[in-house]
């Protein structure tokens, strides 16, 4: 069963950075939505960011617009997070996702099927 790997995760203070990557490697990479929740203490799981895989359309979501940064790279079959400027409301078990097909309102629908990684933690504390 393909997975998804994630890497990156770890202890900032703030205002630190930090970046995630997500190899997709026994995928077919082009053609799906992939990115990042994150599920901080307390909270709901969160979409974070997406991008279309062989393509150019990114989504961001409000609370880390300026912040962070989502790309690819189509030869490793890689996405990755840049996280810079960090806040302690920031500390989540941060996952990587991923949605065939190219639709961020799927992707981000909570009940739509969609592989998971496993998980990398980022923690902001000073």
């Known amino acids: 069963q393909a997975q998804l790997v994630e890497s990156g995760g770890g202890s900032v203070k703030p205002g630190g950075s930090l970046t995630l990557s997500c190899v997709a490697s026994?995928?077919?990479?082009?053609?799906?939505?992939m990115g990042w929740f994150r599920q901080g203490p307390g909270k709901e799981r969160e979409g974070v960011a997406g991008?279309?895989?062989?393509?150019?359309?990114?989504f961001h979501d409000d609370s880390v617009k300026g912040r962070f940064t989502i790309s690819q790279d189509k030869d490793k079959k890689t996405v990755y997070l840049q996280m810079n400027s960090l806040e302690p409301e920031d500390t989540a078990m941060y996952y990587c996702?991923?949605?065939?097909?190219?639709?961020?309102?799927?992707?981000?629908?909570?009940?739509?099927?969609?592989?998971w990684g496993q998980g990398t933690q980022v923690t902001v504390s000073s």
């Open positions: 026994e995928y077919t990479f082009n053609g799906n939505t």
């Open positions: 996702a991923l949605r065939r097909g190219w639709s961020f309102g799927e992707f981000l629908r909570n009940s739509a099927s969609k592989d």
């Open positions: 991008i279309f895989t062989g393509g150019v359309a990114t």
